[in-house]
């Protein structure tokens, strides 16, 4: 059999390592869809219902029809906690003085002061309404966070801190905002609380309900 002269040789040897590596570079499809496919998953899964049911969060204030007054919040929509469905503060928060407790999963000081938050909410009964902001977007760890912690209170998620936003708070945790009946602002507190007496006594002041 004849055989290729040296020169073509190495040229075809050439071809097939450019060939071979071009296989090697080239984009799968299928892989890249799958891995998109999958975090798209991860993304939409969420929160599973054993994870809600084992939290045990109490459920998030009913919208009052007609109550809704001069509030930063309206427009606002969240998802609560409780049950993943949709909560519009303004709404849910009108008709009765409210306490919003803004916090995150990874925030120490947060962590300090939620299970006085649940004992001021135990002791003030139906004359507030004591509602957590999860300012961060990852629920999953906002509701074992509060499991660890073992508080029930009421809560939503607030991914993209438009709560903070909408009440001029600075980028910084915790937060309380105090909110009159009417859904206006009385006062947004930059600061953890020290204590229950703490939160009774800034609420006495600052919305004129004692507990």
């Known amino acids: 059999m004849r055989q290729l002269p040296v020169a073509w040789r190495w ?26 496919d999958n975090g ?41 906690l409780a049950d993943g469905k949709t909560v519009e503060l303004s709404a849910a928060l009108a008709g009765k003085p409210a306490l919003l407790n803004l916090w995150a999963y990874w925030c120490g000081p947060c962590a300090q002061e939620l299970p006085y938050l649940q004992q ?3 002791r003030a009964g139906n004359a507030i309404t004591v509602l957590t902001v999860h300012s961060d977007p990852d629920e999953a760890k906002a509701i074992s966070r509060l499991t660890g912690l073992d508080v029930k209170l009421p809560g939503v998620l607030d991914a993209d801190a438009r709560v903070r ?47």
Request: hydrophobic share 55%; charged share 15%; with cysteine.
């Open 120 to 122: 001021f909410a135990q």
């Open 40 to 80: 798209e998953q991860a993304r939409s899964a969420g929160v599973s219902e054993q994870q809600r049911v084992a939290a045990d969060l109490a459920a998030c204030p009913l919208p009052v029809p007609g109550a809704v007054g001069p509030s930063p919040l309206a427009g606002i929509t969240v998802g609560c």
């Open 165 to 211: 936003t909408a009440v001029g708070a600075p980028a910084v945790l915790p937060i309380s905002v105090l909110l009159r009946a009417d859904g206006s602002v009385a006062q947004v507190l930059v600061r953890a609380f020290s204590g229950v007496d703490d939160i009774a006594n800034t609420v006495a002041r600052e919305l004129g309900v004692a507990a």
């Open 11 to 36: 040229a075809l040897a050439g071809l097939i390592a450019v060939v071979a590596l071009a296989v090697a570079l080239w984009p799968r499809g299928r892989d890249t869809d799958t891995t998109a």
